[in-house]
């Protein structure tokens, strides 16, 4: 295999911790952890010792306590009886470790040692193979990965991800990995809030009018809302890249960053929910107080105004336009637009093409998304984030 060490390296900078697991006898184990660079040159290794019962464990974890910062090796059978007695203060101690290498490891072993450090750390774990003895930890897995190699392809056939070389490792979560997060969490905040701000509206319609059970919007345009008109520009969302693979690749430390959490936590949620809200209210009253006689005339005004905003509101999350990008909000815009004309049971075709209507519309986008856009601008002059800093 080509680039093993570039490969480890970079896993290592991007705060990934990295376990060896293998059948190879011990001394083997400790030469290819140190000739990959899994264990440096200058770092220091503890060797667990061969133990057999509850004292031998006590004295071996103890000595591995004191050498803070040592590379761990350790047999399966030794690893067997550690875990028997001590299961919880030997995961705590290895995870502190830089690299684990368990040596004379079973198939049944490497499984185990799976779903262990799934159980203890409560962190995603991935597991790498490229032999049928690596088929049950791949499959205990989160993420299981086959490399397709001499041994055949059984385990790229039980993988999540195939590749033929380990060195597609890094590309495949520094890049791959980091951007499917970051579209997931996109995705999912722009699905909550444009289910969300319509029923903000809903809610502030009904207040308003006594608590009257009537819908603001017919079934149509509901439908339409959720599909024709946001579906595309939301969507087109999984295009968006913050950087380029060139320079992820070379600051894998982007992707540490993601191991906070700050993308797709609970603040980020209320964050949306309160950003729903506003909008949806200012939407809504801003209708109302802009309302003429005929209800016809509020339901035009809000549900352009509403149309209108999550196309800004997704234009202003995009940091890297593609084509397609551009295509589905001019698109579904236009569609909008198409639909105004068709639909006149909806819509009164005459009070749309006087410049009332156009000027209390765009109004009302205007004051429920340039109070957000002037954040945006903010926070990228005074506070900016890695990704930002690195575009510059």
């Known amino acids: 295999q080509v680039d093993v060490r570039p490969t480890l390296e970079l896993l290592r900078n991007a705060g990934i911790k990295v376990w060896m697991l293998t059948g190879d006898k011990l001394e083997t184990a400790r030469c290819i952890a140190v000739s990959s660079r899994l264990v440096g040159r ?13 004292a031998e464990t006590h004295q071996e974890l103890n000595a591995f306590r004191r050498r803070s910062g040592a590379a761990l090796v350790i047999p399966g059978q030794s690893l067997e009886v550690c875990l028997r007695h001590y299961e919880s203060e030997f995961v705590e101690l290895a995870c502190q470790s830089p690299a684990v290498v368990v040596c004379r490891c079973s198939p049944d072993q490497k499984a185990s040692i799976v779903r262990l450090l799934k159980k203890h750390t409560q962190k995603p774990v991935a597991a790498i193979g490229d032999g049928g003895n690596d088929v049950s930890m791949i499959q205990a897995a989160d993420a299981g990965i086959g490399i397709v190699g001499k041994e055949g392809k059984q385990a790229s056939l039980a993988s999540d991800f195939s590749i033929t070389q380990f060195n597609n490792v890094g590309r495949l979560l520094v890049w791959h990995g980091r951007n499917s997060y970051k579209c997931s969490a996109a995705l ?48 087109s969302l999984v295009l968006d890249k913050d950087v380029k693979d060139e320079t992820a690749l070379m600051y894998p430390e982007l992707y540490k960053v993601l191991m906070k959490g700050r993308t797709l936590n609970l603040k980020t949620f209320i964050l949306w929910v309160l950003i729903s809200t506003y909008q949806g209210g200012i939407i809504m009253y801003g209708g109302v107080l802009l309302f003429d006689a005929d209800f016809i005339h509020i339901v ?33 815009f236009f ?14 075709t005459r009070y749309l093409l006087r410049g009332e209507f156009i000027w209390k519309t765009l109004l009302i986008t205007v004051v429920s998304c340039l109070p957000l856009y002037i954040l945006k601008f903010v926070r990228s002059r005074f506070s900016p984030s890695i990704y930002m800093k690195l575009q510059e």
């Open 42 to 54: 200058d770092q220091p290794i503890h060797t667990f010792g061969n133990v057999t019962d509850r």
């Open 300 to 332: 035009a005004i809000t549900f352009t105004a509403l149309i209108l905003t999550e196309l800004l509101m997704v234009a202003l999350t995009i940091r890297t336009w593609h084509w397609l990008m551009i295509v589905a909000e001019i698109g579904s």
């Open 188 to 235: 999912s905040h722009f699905i909550m809030h444009r289910g969300l701000i319509i029923s903000v509206m809903q809610a502030v319609f009904s207040a308003v009018f006594l608590y009257v059970s009537i819908p603001l919007y017919e079934g149509f345009l509901i439908v339409g809302y959720n599909t024709f008109y946001t579906m595309l520009p939301v969507f």
């Open 335 to 348: 569609l909008y637009i198409l639909s105004l004309i068709i639909f006149k049971d909806y819509f009164d």
